[in-house]
């Protein structure tokens, strides 16, 4: 994996930097304009001692693996420590656990660079309710409409493998779930992400032809739909469209805050390898579309001066300029399988390299206290 990080390293800086051991001493790459980390993705768990290990991340201006004094529990980081415990997502920096022993679902800091290693905080959320014809065992992610749990007005959605899409509000004294079923097959494997923009959840239909969308003060239970119409696909070779269908595609909806624009990212993946009967996927590629208020859908190969990020965290983008030694116009993928970077002008070519991550979590900026 550090093989990897190098190679990114030289395709984006274009020179190498110093590895920096501690999160203090990292303050030439902060934005200093915001007073925030630079996004990061989490590498790794060095071992400390007892059940803790040092946390390793990999700062997106910078692309090589850093040590940081903060110490993490081992069981978020690395791959089989212990079964009864598992991360299902993440949102904000935040990671959404599932602890099979006590069946709880909790809200955990542990990966926040920023937050308190001496005073984690570990949020239970209610007892999940399951629908009839609906399972909650196998979730698909999760997503917050604030950076916080702890903030009252802090709404948790969950969506699980299937038609159940849950919400709750974790700091009310008595917290339940809202629990809708949804009846189109389209969103059971989807993806849920809020829209600050818009103040409502939303799910892109399998195929990206679709998207529902939930203001819980209007939809208790049927959501508003909007139907896509795709532009300049002209623009696509015949090379690569052929490419593009022999591979598994999935879509993820991303909003820039900065500039107040709407994205949907198909990201299209193939097996390269069997290992022990599991197919390791490897990214192709990756098509963006803008989206406007009236359902088009117009492919391109320019976002400007931002970086989008797909993890199993709730994607996000941010403006390169922010934070120096980042690179604009980018997709940057950290997944279980593996890491890719995009290009998404063509100029560089596509680098997917095969690896395994406990934690495949891109964290976004957060604010230095």
Known sequence: MSLLLTKLSRLRLGKPT???????ILSNSFSISLLQTPPCSIVAGSHCGGDLG???VSYANELISTTLEKKVPLELVKDGYNDEMVTIGASHGWIATFNREDEVLRLQDDLNPVASDTDPKRIPLPALVTLPHCQTEIITNVSMSRSSPEDKDCIVAVKFFGPQLSFCK??????????IKIENPCFFSSRVMFSKKDDMFCIPGSGGHLIASWDLRKHKRKPMLQKLRYQNLSELTKAKLELLVSCVASEHLVESESTGETFLVKWYQKAAEIVDGIAKMKTKDVLVFKLDE???ASYTKDIGDLCIFLSKSEPFCVPASSFPGMHSNTVFIWDVDGVAMVDLSGFNPIISNIGKFTAPFHIPPQNIK
Do not use: A, D, F, M
């Open 170 to 179: 974790p700091s009310q004294s008595y917290s339940k779930w809202h629990n």
């Open 18 to 24: 110093l590895i920096r051991s501690s999160l203090l």
């Open 294 to 296: 009236e359902g088009n």
């Open 54 to 56: 040092r946390l390793v």
